[in-house]
């Protein structure tokens, strides 16, 4: 896998991922940037999203390794980090889809929180259930001022089966995580400072990720 440098106040690139429709991959420094990306712009976690995310973060996760890449940064676009899984990609699964569908998610969350080198999230946006996941697996969350938490699926008669009422409660507490789950709340982003959900706000938190990935590196075990 290839990169190409993101030029300072240029566009973000997309390079060496032919017809992908799922996210972009550029370098800044020594951090991957992984954009998710979607037409509707709200970047849901369907099934070929995450198995291409997963690919590319086991592809990651061996530069990793040899060094080559000190950090990576996972964000989405202005309104949305993601909206979470595609309700209408779920509601046609059978039972067995379903199960398959809760471990391809599980690996993918897995694989971010195993990943060499710190992860951290730069959300801008809605990040909203498997969004909210995904932004949990990573080691570190950096929220703009407009970013809005919330897993809702108490609302929709679901729950998720990613790892986030696993580790919510051992970031916020579970009493915190249990009024999240339960009562579907939404949680904007000086809130989900406040309780220890994101590490920090900041009109940029790309280049806020950047600018702390060497202090996280050192911190990272």
């Not at 570190?140 to 001022?145: E, F, W």
Request: some cysteine.
């Amino acid at each position: 896998m290839k990169f190409s440098p993101l030029r300072r106040g240029g566009a973000e690139k997309i390079i060496n991922l032919p017809n992908n429709q799922h996210f972009t991959l550029s370098r800044e420094q020594d951090c991957a940037v992984i954009q998710l990306v979607s037409a509707d712009d709200t970047n849901k976690l369907g099934i070929a999203r995450i198995r291409a995310l997963h690919r590319t973060v086991q592809e990651l996760s061996a530069k990793a390794e040899s060094g080559s890449l000190k950090c990576l940064i996972i964000t989405g676009n202005d309104k949305f980090f993601s909206a979470g899984a595609d309700l209408n990609e779920i509601s046609a699964l059978t039972a067995a889809q379903a199960f398959e569908f809760s471990r391809t998610g599980q690996a993918l969350m897995q694989a971010i929180e195993q990943f060499p080198v710190p992860v951290i999230a730069a959300i801008r946006g809605y990040c909203m259930g498997g969004g909210m996941d995904l932004a949990l697996a990573c080691d570190y969350r950096i929220a703009a001022p407009n970013a809005v938490f919330g897993h809702r699926g108490a609302s929709l008669g679901v729950m998720t089966g990613w790892g986030g009422t696993q580790r919510l409660p051992r970031l916020i507490g579970k009493a915190r995580a249990m009024q999240m789950f339960l009562l579907a709340e939404m949680v904007k982003a000086e809130e989900a400072l406040k309780i220890g959900l994101v590490d920090a706000i900041s009109d940029d938190p790309i280049k806020q990720a950047v600018r702390c990935f060497p202090s996280a590196a050192r911190n990272h075990q």
